[in-house]
C-alpha cells in the first residue's frame, strides 16, 4: 500500500501562487508514476501535471495538462519522497481540491482511474 498526503491548500487572489505538497509513504516505488488531479464542484476530475518514475534518479519526465502550462510546475524532492505543484498566475477557474496520486506503473497516464492510490485532496480557492 502507498499512503499520500497532501498540504499547502488554501485561499489566494488571482494572479498569486500557491504551491501544494504530497507525500509518499509506505511501499513506494521509484518507478512509479505520480500526478496532480483536481475536481471542482459539479466537474469531473481532470489531469493537472505528472511525473513518470517519479523518484527515480533518471529517465525521470514531466507532462501538463494545457490548461496550466507555463503556470504550473512540477517537482520533486527524492529524499523526502515528496512531489510538489508550484502554481504561479492563479485564476478562478483553477479553484477546485487537488488530488495527488500514484500508480504501480512508472509510464504517463492522464487517466484518474490509471492510477490506484490517492490522497485526501486539498483545497484551494482563488478569488477574483
Known amino acids: 500500500q502507498v499512503q499520500l498526503v497532501e498540504s499547502g491548500g488554501g485561499l489566494v487572489q488571482a494572479g498569486g501562487s500557491l504551491t501544494l505538497s504530497c507525500a509518499a509513504s509506505?511501499?513506494?516505488?521509484?518507478?512509479?508514476?505520480m500526478a496532480w488531479f483536481r475536481q471542482a464542484p459539479g466537474k469531473e476530475r481532470e489531469f493537472v501535471a505528472a511525473?513518470?518514475?517519479?523518484?527515480?534518479?533518471?529517465?525521470?519526465?514531466?507532462n501538463y495538462a494545457d490548461s496550466v502550462k507555463d503556470r504550473f510546475t512540477i517537482s520533486r524532492d527524492n529524499a523526502k519522497s515528496t512531489v510538489y505543484l508550484q502554481m504561479n498566475s492563479l485564476k478562478p477557474e483553477d479553484t477546485a481540491t487537488y488530488y495527488c496520486?500514484?500508480?504501480?506503473?512508472?509510464?504517463?497516464?492522464?487517466?484518474?482511474?490509471?492510477?490506484?492510490?490517492w490522497g485526501q485532496g486539498t483545497q484551494v480557492t482563488v478569488s477574483s
Open positions: 496520486a500514484a500508480r504501480n506503473s512508472g509510464t504517463y497516464s492522464a487517466q484518474a482511474v490509471s492510477y490506484q492510490y
Open positions: 509506505g511501499r513506494t516505488s521509484h518507478s512509479s508514476a
Open positions: 511525473f513518470t518514475s517519479a523518484f527515480s534518479w533518471t529517465g525521470s519526465s514531466t
